[in-house]
Every structure is written in structure tokens, then in C-alpha cells.
């Protein structure tokens, strides 16, 4: 990968260099692609005052498209953007033909929002700029076999509805490690549910979102029996509600998890699963290269470790765990050692790693699952996504994208309401509740 990239760049220093006639292209057309659909190979284009900032770094200068790589030609450097068209591993054929079909963005380009298009940008900023839509819930507290309490975040929809509530399709939602119902990427996905004529259904998990721990016993990636017991509450209510579960990040694993675990017995009709580790030892090694420990890691065990000391009254009764010792967990991997795999009853850490690990877990599902991942996640690197086993086995397909970061995915100059990863929501959930129960 390096050396193409190095080849790339020579060949848009030396193409620069000639400077032929530029083809000038007009900012209302560099929005949301970047460079528009219909351009030639090997064509240069000179963008004429796209921006007025700071020295008009934009003004005046060059873009090379030659097929999928945009060389960006600054005062001071030189950008080489690869834009690859999403790769989407599926042996599924009936699976395959649904998503043609029924999902057009599934044969679309993902063109990043073009000055945040490296990895580490995107996950950052998507957690900075990206609005947080407005949403009343309806909380309650159901109690856990072991007197554990977990909170769920309705919106029944009354309002927007089509069909009757009984009826009504369902959605439950999974947030990220940390996260809860009040994440922008949650918020965004209920909002578009609500849009769709859905009910939403945010699954907090223990201890978070202000619910009170009532046992010494949290949450991880392995584990899916709390997401069993929420799957159960719904169907209960709803006997005859088709219902759907999307999950993101840890959300997502815990998801994953549940589905290859129950297989053709599993509640859900389908799932989705965003930006998950895939393996997580090689998750964990990326997570602790130095720029990536800095922005990420670090901070993840901090807020993990603030979850055990808001609790520690609690935890503390737990008869394998050191307190002090969980509190000066510098990374994810010395939290996991000190208190997810002593709390789950785990022999090593290694063992909990394995054990949450999804890539030897997709010969198991026997529901469809859709996976959105990007080649750049600092979280889950490309070369752990398992698509030589999507495209051997049934009830999965993977969609992996050269940019988009960790739950980033960002499009558009300004990426503040919409992503790439929402619009696959937007259109693989109404697909599946409109023409996949019956057909797949």
C-alpha cells in the first residue's frame, strides 16, 4: 500500500509539473464529491477561489483526478487522495441480489468530505461537528435475573406513524463503549427512524445514562444476555412488531455477538453493525500505536475508569477487583485485564479477547447481517476485516470503504447532519421491513 501511494504521488508531482490547460470547475460543484461524477481520466482541474481564508490557501490551485486518486495540490504540500468505489463482501446470493436491488448505495463511490479524509479526522471530528437532533424519550428501567437494572430510551412515534402500534416496525439501537441514548449518532439514526414511521428503542447499558448499578457487574463485548433479555422485553410488548437491531462500535460487537450466538433462533429479523473490532487483539495493537493512544486510547480508559469510580461503592464488593489498581488504567488493554475480564469470569485477558472476537463467528449467523467498516478505522485496521469469510457464508455482507474512520463517515463540505453510514440506515432498514422478511 505504501509503495502504490509513493507511486501515486510521483505520478501527481510529475503530471503537476506539466501543468496543461485546466478544465476550471466551478466550488458549487466540489460540495459533496469533491470532484464531479462525470470527469474523464488523467484531467486536471484548476478551482478558482473555493475559499477566501487565511492566505487563500485554495485559491489558485490544482486537482488531478486521474480515476479514483485526486492529487491535491497546496502551496506547501501535496495531497494524494485514493477514492474507492465501497468493497462489498457477500457469498450470500439472495442477500447480494437484495442489496442491488433495493439498496442503490450500495453501488455508489463514498467520496469523504475532502479536507477530513484521513482516518483519525474523521473519527474526531464526526464526534465534534456532527449537530445533535433534538429528541424526547420515554425511559424505563427494566431489572436484569441477577438484580441488575438497565435503562431503555423510547420513541414510539405515534405521531409519524403509518401503522398501528402494534404493528409498528421497531428499531433497537446499541451505542458505542461509552456511549448512550444521547450520542449525535444515535440521535441522528432515531431522528431518521421517527422520519420513516418507526419505532426507535435505545438500549443503555448498565451503569450508564444515570442508571444506578445495582450488582458488580457492567458490560462487554462478549457478552449478549442483557441484549437478549431487552430483545425479549420488546418482543413481549410488541409480539407481532417486526424488529431490527442496529449497534455501533461495542454496541455493534455486542450485536454481532448475540446474532451468531442465537443463529436462526435470534428475535431480530436482521442487524446492523457499524465501525466493529473484528479482532480484537489486532484492534488493541492499533489502539496502541502512539497517535493513536494519545487521541484514543487513553482517553476511552479514563472514561472507563470514571464509570468504575462513579460505581465504586458497588464494584468494590466484587471480590476479584482492586479498585485503586482498575483506577490507573492507562489503556483499554490494562482496563480489560484489571476489571472486564475479572468481572466476566474470564481466565485471561486473552481468553476475553478470543471469546469477544468476531471474525470466527460468521459461519454461525443465520439471520442477514449488514457490516459497514472503513480500511482506515484506527480501531479495527483493514487487514482484520474478514472478507474472504463474508464472501463464504451466508446471512452477511460486509461493506468496507478505503476512508471513514471510527463511527466517522463523514461526506459533504460542511459534514455537520448526514454521513455516508446514515444513509445506509436509511435505506437497508425500510428495505428489510418493506421486502426482506419475506424474501430473505
Not at 437532533?133 to 423510547?154: A, Q, S
Not at 475480564?341 to 468476531?358: I, N, P, Q, R, T
Amino acid at each position: 500500500m505504501q509503495q502504490e501511494c509513493a507511486s501515486h504521488f510521483q505520478t501527481g508531482l510529475d503530471s503537476l509539473s506539466t501543468k496543461p490547460s485546466p478544465q476550471v470547475i466551478k466550488p458549487s460543484l466540489m460540495l459533496r464529491t469533491s470532484v464531479p461524477e462525470n470527469l474523464g481520466n488523467d484531467c486536471i482541474l484548476k478551482v478558482e477561489h473555493l475559499t477566501s481564508g487565511p492566505g487563500n490557501l485554495l485559491r489558485e490551485q490544482w486537482f488531478q483526478v486521474t480515476g479514483d486518486i485526486v492529487t491535491v495540490k497546496l502551496k506547501h504540500c501535496v495531497w494524494i487522495l485514493k477514492y474507492i468505489k465501497p468493497v462489498i463482501a457477500c457469498g450470500d446470493t439472495k442477500l447480494k441480489q437484495f442489496l442491488d436491488e433495493h439498496c442503490p448505495i450500495s453501488k455508489e463511490k463514498f467520496w469523504p468530505t475532502w479536507w477530513a479524509f484521513e482516518g483519525r479526522m474523521q473519527t474526531v471530528l464526526r464526534s465534534l461537528l456532527q449537530s445533535q437532533p433534538h429528541m424526547e424519550y420515554t425511559g424505563e428501567y427494566i431489572k436484569c435475573p441477577d438484580g441488575g437494572v438497565i435503562k431503555l430510551d423510547w420513541v414510539e412515534n405515534d405521531d409519524h406513524s403509518r401503522t398501528s402500534k402494534d404493528l409498528r416496525p421497531t428499531i433497537l439501537l446499541l451505542p458505542g463503549l461509552t456511549g448512550n441514548s444521547s450520542e449525535s449518532y444515535i440521535l441522528h439514526m432515531v431522528e431518521d427512524a421517527t422520519a420513516m414511521g418507526y419505532r426507535s428503542v435505545v438500549f443503555n447499558n448498565r451503569g450508564t445514562c444515570g442508571t444506578p448499578l445495582k450488582t458488580p457487574r457492567t458490560y462487554c463485548a462478549s457478552k449478549s444476555d442483557d441484549t437478549a433479555l431487552v430483545i425479549d422485553h420488546i418482543k413481549k410488548r410488541y409480539p407481532d412488531a417486526p424488529l431490527m437491531g442496529i449497534g455501533i462500535s461495542l454496541g455493534g460487537m455486542i450485536l454481532f455477538n448475540y446474532m451468531a450466538h442465537y443463529g436462526s433462533t435470534a428475535r431480530l429479523c436482521a442487524a446492523m453493525c457499524f465501525s466493529v473490532n473484528w479482532n480484537v487483539f489486532k484492534g488493541i495493537e492499533s489502539l496502541e500505536t502512539p497517535i493513536n493512544y494519545h487521541l484514543f486510547n487513553r482517553v476511552l480508559a479514563k472514561a472507563l475508569c470514571g464509570l468504575v469510580e462513579m460505581h465504586s461503592d458497588v464494584l468494590e464488593k466484587h471480590e476479584d477487583l482492586e479498585i485503586p489498581h482498575i483506577l490507573k488504567s492507562q489503556t483499554i488493554r490494562d482496563f480489560d485485564e484489571r476489571f472486564t475480564s475479572k468481572v466476566f469470569g474470564y481466565e485471561s485477558l486473552d481468553h476475553y479477547y478470543e471469546d469477544a472476537s468476531l471474525h470466527t463467528k460468521i459461519h454461525a449467523l443465520g439471520k442477514p447481517v449488514v457490516c459497514l467498516s472503513a480500511g482506515d478505522d484506527p480501531f479495527s485496521p483493514a487487514h482484520s476485516v474478514p472478507l474472504k469469510d463474508a464472501e463464504t457464508n451466508d446471512n452477511i455482507a460486509i461493506v468496507l470503504t478505503s476512508h471513514g474512520g471510527h463511527i466517522g463517515f463523514l461526506e459533504g463540505t460542511l459534514p455537520r447532519h448526514r454521513s455516508y453510514m446514515y444513509r445506509w440506515m436509511r435505506q437497508f432498514v425500510p428495505a428489510m421491513f418493506e421486502h426482506g422478511i419475506k424474501s430473505l
